[in-house]
């Protein structure tokens, strides 16, 4: 029976992750046209972002969970400026089924840095000498959803003859 002072064997059971520690493994912000790309602007630029995360297991119940984002702001003539962060994470994994951590490391660890490598970004723009750029919050469901249909499209499963 539990004593109700939050220890005991339910404690134990709790699933949980735990963020071991957060670092930016790899950060580039250019601003090749400076000064002359700090200067008003006819029309909004276009500004294309692509984010992947890729994670690998380096212990027993600790996994490396990066966030890759890509970007860039362009007019029709010149760029503005682009960016690239590798921005990671060491998490760890505890009373997680086997069967729930593949989308708990590609779901939920990317949600957690999130905020963290958006911040970078924004302050790097901004640093560049543009207004910040605040990127939309990303649904890492929808991406992990959308990775499986494309690994299940790749790789059918096999057929017995």
Known sequence: MANGNGTGAEVDAAPAINAMVQYTKDFSFENPNAPRSLGPQEKP???QIQVNVNAKQVAENDFEV???????AKTDADTLFKFELDYAGLF???NIP????HPVIMIECPRLLFPFARQIIADAVRGGGFPPLYIDPIDFAALYRQRMSQVAANDPAPTVA
Request: aromatic share 0%; hydrophobic share 40%; no cysteine.
């Open 92 to 94: 760890r994994l505890i």
């Open 98 to 101: 086997q069967s729930d951590a």
């Open 66 to 72: 990066n966030i890759l984002l890509e970007g860039s």
């Open 45 to 47: 630029p276009n500004i």
